[in-house]
């Protein structure tokens, strides 16, 4: 017998499900259907989706709450969603968005052709407000370069006293932990300040 299961995701341990279990619960999706992630959505590996995918048999439902339950990249929502709808034939309920819904019993086969058509709309929206981000941030640090705007870390300086100390170490009178403490400065920055030294052929 077909079951309707539902599906939840938060990014951190601190969010909290309980507005998405409270929908997918009005819905008419029992408790024990429920999986929850408390997970990034950069990819699929989350281990609730992976016991949901295996749960998941021909005629089935999965009902989430909006798309972005599913994950944060449109290219591999696309490709979780034909897998769940046409490899494994179960039907997928996006709440957030009535037109997502591929339950051949409501709409028959116009239902998952038009869910098909709304998920590659949003794929290509969401590529272009990707490649827009990444444009206007370019043309940003374009312009403040321009206005002479300096990126990165600034390159930490030299104290006074770093050619003693370099001298002292290099002798081998302290060690570079106690160089280091004394330049109030990492072993790794005055490990880069020795290579470039050397790297200039500076002398002792």
Same mark, same amino acid.
């Given at each position: 017998m077909a079951?309707?299961?539902?599906y939840a995701r !938060?990014?951190?341990r601190e969010q909290n499900l309980d507005r *998405?279990?409270?929908a997918l619960r009005e819905f008419g999706v029992a408790r024990e259907d429920i999986f929850a992630d408390k997970a990034s959505g950069k990819d699929f590996e989350r281990p609730q989706w992976i016991a949901m995918k295996e749960a998941l048999e021909q005629g089935d439902v999965l009902v989430v709450k909006s798309i972005d339950r599913f994950g944060r990249s449109y290219e591999e929502i696309i #490709? *979780?969603?034909r897998d769940i709808t046409? !490899?494994?034939g179960a039907a997928v309920v996006v709440l957030d968005m009535p037109l997502l819904d591929t339950r051949r019993e409501r709409d028959g086969i116009t239902g998952v052709l038009i869910g098909d058509i709304v998920l590659q709309l949003l794929s290509y929206v969401a590529q272009v407000e990707r490649e827009s981000i990444h444009q206007r941030q370019? #043309?940003?640090i374009a312009a403040a370069k321009a206005r002479g705007v300096k990126f990165g870390r600034p390159k930490k300086r030299r104290p006074g006293t770093y050619k003693s100390t370099r001298k002292a170490y290099l002798d081998?009178?302290?060690t570079r932990s106690e160089a280091a403490s004394r330049l109030k400065v990492s072993i790794s920055t005055f490990d880069k300040w020795l290579r470039e030294d050397r790297a200039k052929g500076a002398s002792e």
């Amino acid at each position: 017998m077909a079951r309707t299961y539902g599906y939840a995701r !938060v990014s951190t341990r601190e969010q909290n499900l309980d507005r *998405q279990m409270d929908a997918l619960r009005e819905f008419g999706v029992a408790r024990e259907d429920i999986f929850a992630d408390k997970a990034s959505g950069k990819d699929f590996e989350r281990p609730q989706w992976i016991a949901m995918k295996e749960a998941l048999e021909q005629g089935d439902v999965l009902v989430v709450k909006s798309i972005d339950r599913f994950g944060r990249s449109y290219e591999e929502i696309i #490709e *979780q969603w034909r897998d769940i709808t046409k !490899v494994r034939g179960a039907a997928v309920v996006v709440l957030d968005m009535p037109l997502l819904d591929t339950r051949r019993e409501r709409d028959g086969i116009t239902g998952v052709l038009i869910g098909d058509i709304v998920l590659q709309l949003l794929s290509y929206v969401a590529q272009v407000e990707r490649e827009s981000i990444h444009q206007r941030q370019a #043309e940003g640090i374009a312009a403040a370069k321009a206005r002479g705007v300096k990126f990165g870390r600034p390159k930490k300086r030299r104290p006074g006293t770093y050619k003693s100390t370099r001298k002292a170490y290099l002798d081998g009178h302290i060690t570079r932990s106690e160089a280091a403490s004394r330049l109030k400065v990492s072993i790794s920055t005055f490990d880069k300040w020795l290579r470039e030294d050397r790297a200039k052929g500076a002398s002792e």
